[in-house]
């Protein structure tokens, strides 16, 4: 599978194909005092984690 990963790149990166927010967005709106923990369960690779994006608003 790593051997298709520049391809696939390219494919998104010219918008060629779409991959929407929802699916890579596992974790939206994560708190900042959260943060450390949402990155290491990433770090760790825990199941359902692939991208978390935090809300600094939420401090």
């Known amino acids: 599978m790593r051997s ?3 391809d696939l ?3 998104v ?3 060629q194909i779409k991959i929407p927010d929802d ?3 596992t974790h ?3 708190p ?3 943060g ?5 369960n990433f770090a760790n690779r825990e ?4 991208k978390v994006l935090l809300n600094p608003s939420d401090a």
């Open 4 to 6: 298709l990963l520049p």
């Open 9 to 11: 790149l390219q494919l």
């Open 13 to 15: 990166k010219t918008e």
């Open 23 to 25: 699916v890579l967005i």
């Open 28 to 30: 939206d709106n994560v």
């Open 32 to 34: 900042l005092d959260s």
């Open 36 to 40: 450390c923990e949402a990155f290491l």
């Open 47 to 50: 199941s359902g984690y692939l």
